[in-house]
Every structure is written in C-alpha cells, then in structure tokens.
C-alpha cells in the first residue's frame, strides 16, 4: 500500500513540475502581456469620465384595509408576494422613467443630449451604409425625430437605473448613476415620487372607470327586475294562481292515500286470486273443494263436517246392533244423507262467495288504480305551474340581488372616490453622494492584472497542448517510454538545409562535437554487455536528422574503431551527395543485387577514416531488395570485415524498410527533432517497429535550442545523469 502510495506522490509531483515548467518557460511572456494589458486598462480608466450613484430607500406597503366593506375595485390581493413583484416591475417600467425624463426635461440636458449625427452604432452604421447605397437618405419630421431622441433619453435612463428590491422585506433601493452627484440624487428621488403619484393617480381613473360602468350597469339591471316581477304577475293571473302550494299538499297527501289503499287492494286480490283459482280447478269433486285450506278451515264447513262425522260414527255404531232396514237404520242413514247434502250446500255456498268476492277485489282495484290516474295527472299539472312561478320568482330574486349589489357598490365607491392612499412612501431619500461610483480604479487595475497572469498562463497551456513536440528528458520517458541516449545541439545550417559534412571535426563546434561524443559514449555503455556490431539509425519522419547523426555517429566511432557507413534509404539517398559522390555511385543496392562486390563499392573517407557505402543504383523494388536473402549476407560478410557498421534507414512512418534492416541489427538509434515531430506521430513510428521496438537503445533528441533550454532548466543534469567519459567509453569498446 505504502509503495502504490509512494508512487502516486511521486507523479502528482511530476505533473506540477511539469506545469511549473511550462510556466517557467513562458514566464517573461506572461508578464509582458499582462503589464501591456494592465498598462492599457490604466489609461482607460483615467480617462473615463466618473459616475455618481445616489440611492433611496422606498417602502412599498400592502393597500390599507377599506374604509367600506367592499373589495377594491383593482381586484389585486396586496397582501400576496406576486403584488409587490408586480410594483418592482412597475418601478422598472419605461412609462414611469419616460415620466421622470418629462418632468425633469433631461432631454435637454448636457448629460442626456443625443447626437443625431454621431451615431456609430454597427446597426446604425449598416443603415447609413444601406442608405449610400440606395442613394436615399432617410428623414424625419419634427414628431418623429422628437420620439426618437425621447426613446434615446429614455434607453439611456434606463440603462444607468436599477432597482433592487431588499430580501425578505417591503423595501426597494432605487439606484441612479450620473456624472453630477447632485442630478443622481434629484433623478432618485424624483422617480419615487412619479411612481407614488403614478399608483394615486391609477386608483382615482379605475374608481372613476369603476363608478361610470356602475352607474350604466344599474339601469339596465333596474329594468331587468322591473321586467321579471310583470312576468311573475302576469303568470299568476294566467293561471289563477292563489296558494298553490297548499293544494299541492293536499294533492299529494290524497294521492299517498290512494296509493295505500290500492296496495291494500291488491294484496287483498292476490288472496282471493289463489283461492279462486284452485276452486276452479277442483270444481267437480266436493271431496277437493272441501280439502282446500280455506274452505276446510271456515267456522261453517267444520261444523257441518263435524255433523256428517257424527252421523257415519253413529252408523258404524248401529250396524253391530240392527239391520240395515231396521228403522233406527234408516233414520241414521237419513240422517247421515241429510248431514251430506248440507255440507255440499254449504260448500257451493263458499264457493259462491269466495268468487264473488275474487270479482269485487278486481273492480276495487281497477277503481283505486284509475282514480290514481287521474290523481296523478292533476298533481302534474299543479307541479308544472308551480316549477314555472318558483322560476320567474327566483328570476325576480336574482335580478333584486344583483341591482341590489350593484347599488350599493356604486354608493360605495361614489362615498370613497375621493379617498386614496398612496401604496409607498420614501423612508430615505436620496443625497448627493460624495465619492464616485465608477471606475473603481484600483479594483479595474488589479482585477485586470490577475486576469492578464491567468490569460497568458492559459494561452501558455493551450500553447504547451498544441505543440506537443518532445523538449525534455521527461517528455521521452514519460510519454514516449523511452531512455536518453543523447542530445545534439541547434546548429546553423547551409543554404541547403543540412550541416556541412565536417561539421565533427570543426574545432569551434565544440558543443556539437561533444553531444556526438555524449551520444557515442552512452551507446557503447548501453551495451557495454553486449556484443553491437549493426547500429541502425532511423526516425518518424524525414527532415528530423537521421543522416545527420547516422555520419557523425560514425565519425565518433571511427575515432575509435574500423566503421562502415551504409546509406539504406534507397528511396530518399542522402549520403553520397554529403560526401559529394557522383549520383551513379556503385552501392548497396548493387551489392544486393549481386553485381558488385562490397569491396567495388566502399569509399573511404580519408579525414574520418570511415568507409562509407552509399545507397547506390536506384531501383523500382527497394523493398523487396532489402528483404532478400542478399541483406543478411551482406551484414554477415560486413561484420567480420568492420567492428562497427552504422546504418542510414528510412523514416518508420514513410515505409516499412526500417522494420526489414532493424531486423538484421544489434541495436536501434531513434531520432527525434526536438519541439516539431508531435508526441503521436512518433508513437506511431514506435509502434510500428512492433518486436523490434525491443532493441531500440534510446532516443536521439535532435535540434535542441540550449540557449532557450539552459534558460528553462529543461536538460539540467543530463550530462551528469550519464555522466561517463570518452576515456570509459573507450575502455568498453
């Protein structure tokens, strides 16, 4: 955990440095644009014209309760919060300023006097433009050019006014900013005081307003209850209508009877309904009829019943003593015959009757059930008459209600019409003040300067950001992942864009020279363990230095050792036309083809002591030439021949030929031109050398301008970083 920590301080450090470097960088820069800019900003400022700001307080009050119990005619609750955003408004209002501009003619003074020929608007100026154009020039009359200087007064008037109403209380601060302490403070006061008259003077119109439509509206409402009570009265004598509402409860309550009665009624009918129907159904058995429940129960019948039981008992009794012809026999059995025949009697009887009263039930109830009908009818009627009087009544009642409201409004607002109140007073005017209000100078200055620091540091990052070349050893192993192996310092060039050849051996190039000799001394420590023969020498793109360093590397090294120099760049050759070698020059694309021998095609150069192999022959198939068998016997045949073999490829983002040569190489030299190729590009460049990004031993930052460096610090410590001699370097050699 404590590690994970460690290196988390350790990069949050490094980012601060990093931004402490930029700023360092362009530090003198920053400060001139911010003293230019605060420079400016002063003169400005003593040269505008200061302003006065006079305030006043004004309290803005709910409307007093009324004097008379009505609402007031605005139909504004005061109480409620919209109502005193709604006076703010009003306070901000063009109408209330333009009556300020009025009453105090501003219009015709210095502060507000508008130059109709000095309008250098962009709008006004497209219009004049326009106006050249068309060959008419625009005029006004005298109405229309005294609203435009009005609406000019007013606009300016407005701009310099401001209103600020107090948190959470009434109050509202009027505010305004003029070049005369005394006119701020008379244009303050005065606002309040046309709004206050503006608020009377609002209320004594709308009760005005409100007492004429009145007055309108109470004639007409007179003469729509004049109207509803003729039309209630010529109804009632239509209809004779006297106290309908007492026979209307009389006819309700004998329609309720009847309704009774007939419900009465009919279930006495369903009784005899029953009843009747099961007689008619047992009509010719007299043994059914008597076992039906209401004849077998009638008072009759049991007695009857109980006399023919009486008679067949004593029957039964007598057999056992006489004869059937004995006269006792005989007297029973008429008896018993007798007793029969008044059972059936009585039975038809019932019968008889239980029909008749079927019969009487069903007149009864078509009786109630008519008289209902036409009950109901004439309750209808009297419903029907009364529904129409209780309408023109409540007509009348309404329109009584109505112009009785209206009077008394009207004799309301006719009694309060002369007493307003005023919705604000001023609780403290305004004075002329004493210190101006604008420019604040000191803050204008300060505040310009501390922008200006942060603009030009801003301008810095956005700088740093877009040109996001390698400068420092932190860019290459931060953001590339990649060591130092060394650096070559700014040198003029000639006229052809290159170093001239011997540039090494110039004794008054001392710091070039010795940034060769860095760079050979650190790339023979880096493989000090490690048995590099082929260097190979490439970068992204062309024009970064790759040749440059590819011959004064091999210079270096040729001080110490047998070198060969091969130019592989057969699509962009450079190196024989360095060593002003005819163009025709036999070299490696000959070798590789097999019509020369490498002996046939090495020049030696006498001053350095290097042999140099250019790319020879041009060919149409560099490519294919290059990843032939041809390469890797030729670097075999090479190396037993030199102890170091320095190799010119072209650029890795131009083609691939880098990535074929690197393969047949020891070590890698990557060169990039310091504050130009963009960290991405050369990425790129990395990326592709894909496995064989592996054997890269460095980067060669190329082009770096010391002067500006020893300035920012940038490369502080780099030559003690690697911090080895010519002599140790000889040594691992």
Same mark, same amino acid.
């Given at each position: ?105 501003? /219009? ?9 020929? $000095? ?123 006297? $106290? ?126 008519? /008289? ?48 307003? @109140? ?106 000090? $363990? ?25 210079? /270096? ?70 990843? @032939?068998?041809?390469?890797? $016997? ?30 047949? /190489? ?68």
């Amino acid at each position: 955990m404590s590690e994970i920590q460690v290196h988390e301080h350790s990069s949050a450090d490094q980012d601060i440095q990093y931004y402490l470097r930029i700023l360092t960088r362009y530090r003198w820069r920053i400060f001139s644009l911010a003293f230019v800019l605060t420079l400016l900003a002063t003169v400005l400022t003593f040269t505008i014209v200061p302003t006065y700001k006079a305030t006043a307080t004004l309290l803005v009050e709910a409307e007093k309760a009324n004097v008379v119990s009505i609402e007031e005619v605005y139909g504004i609750d005061s109480g409620r919060q919209e109502y005193f955003f709604t006076q703010f408004e009003i306070l901000k209002s063009r109408r209330i300023a333009q009556r300020v501009v009025e009453k105090l003619k501003l /219009a015709t003074h210095q502060e507000f006097i508008v130059d109709e020929d $000095d309008d250098f608007s962009p709008v006004s100026v497209v219009k004049q433009l326009l106006a050249v154009n068309v060959g008419k020039q625009q005029s006004y009359t005298v109405d229309e050019l005294h609203q435009k200087t009005m609406r000019a007064v007013v606009d300016e008037y407005m701009s310099r006014l401001s209103i600020a109403p107090v948190r959470n209380t009434q109050l509202v601060k009027i505010s305004f900013e003029a070049a005369s302490p005394k006119l701020s403070a008379l244009i303050v006061n005065t606002h309040a005081e046309v709004y206050i008259e503006s608020h009377l003077e609002s209320q004594l119109m709308m009760t005005e307003r409100a007492s004429t439509w009145l007055n309108e509206r109470l004639a007409v409402l007179k003469q729509k209850l004049d109207d509803s009570e003729d039309n209630l009265l010529a109804y009632q004598n239509q209809e004779e209508l006297v $106290d309908i509402d007492g026979v209307k409860s009389i006819e309700a309550r004998e329609l309720q009877e009847l309704n009774q009665q007939l419900s009465v009624a009919r279930q006495k009918l369903q009784q005899s309904e029953n009843i009747f129907n099961l007689i008619q159904r047992n009509q010719g058995s007299l043994d059914s009829l008597i076992a039906l429940p209401d004849v077998l129960n009638h008072a009759l019948i049991i007695k009857v019943s109980e006399a023919v039981q009486n008679s067949k008992t004593k029957i039964s009794e007598l057999k056992g003593v006489y004869g059937p012809k004995h006269p006792i026999m005989i007297a029973a059995q008429l008896e018993l015959s007798s007793a029969e025949d008044n059972l059936a009697s009585q039975v038809s009887l019932l019968v008889s009757g239980i029909s008749n009263e079927y019969k009487k039930l069903s007149v009864d109830v078509q009786n109630l059930e008519i /008289a209902i009908k036409d009950k109901g009818t004439h309750y209808r009627e009297l419903s029907r008459l009364d529904s129409r009087q209780q309408e023109l009544k409540r007509e009348v009642a309404s329109n009584q209600q109505l112009y009785d409201a209206f009077f008394t409004r009207f004799k309301e607002t006719k009694e309060v019409g002369e007493f307003e @109140s005023a919705n604000a007073r001023i609780i403290d005017p305004a004075i002329a003040p004493i210190v101006p209000y604008s420019p604040k100078k000191k803050v204008i200055v300060g505040v310009t300067f501390i922008m200006s620091i942060l603009l030009g540091m801003g301008l810095a990052f956005v700088y740093e950001y877009l040109n996001d070349g390698i400068r420092s050893v932190e860019d290459i192993e931060q953001q590339l992942k990649q060591r130092m192996l060394g650096l070559l310092p700014k040198q003029k060039k000639l006229k052809s864009d290159v170093l001239p050849l011997r540039h090494y051996f110039d004794k008054e190039q001392h710091a070039f020279s010795e940034s060769i000799r860095t760079l050979r001394t650190s790339l023979l420590l880096t493989n000090i $363990d490690n048995n590099v023969k082929v260097v190979s020498v490439t970068s992204s793109v062309p024009g970064e230095g790759k040749t440059t360093v590819s011959i004064n590397l091999a210079f /270096a090294l040729g001080q110490l050792e047998k070198v060969l120099l091969i130019d592989a760049d057969m699509r962009r050759p450079s190196v024989a036309k360095r060593f002003d070698l005819p163009a025709y020059q036999e070299g490696l694309s000959n070798v590789l083809s097999g019509t020369h021998r490498l002996e046939e095609c090495v020049v030696s150069d006498e001053e350095s002591g290097i042999d140099v192999l250019t790319a020879g022959t041009l060919t149409t198939t560099p490519q294919e030439l290059l990843a @032939s068998q041809a390469l890797a $016997d030729f670097i075999k045949k090479a190396r037993e021949q030199y102890d170091r073999i320095v190799i010119d490829t072209a650029p890795t983002q131009a083609v691939s030929d880098a990535i074929i040569i690197t393969q047949q /190489a020891d070590s890698l030299i990557y060169v990039v031109k310091a504050e130009s190729t963009r960290q991405r590009v050369i990425k790129q460049g990395l990326s592709r050398l894909g496995a064989m990004a592996g054997r890269i031993d460095g980067i060669v930052l190329n082009q770096v301008d010391l002067d500006k460096a020893a300035k920012y610090g940038e490369y502080h410590g780099y030559y003690d970083q690697y911090g080895y001699n010519t002599e140790q370097a000889q040594k691992a050699s």
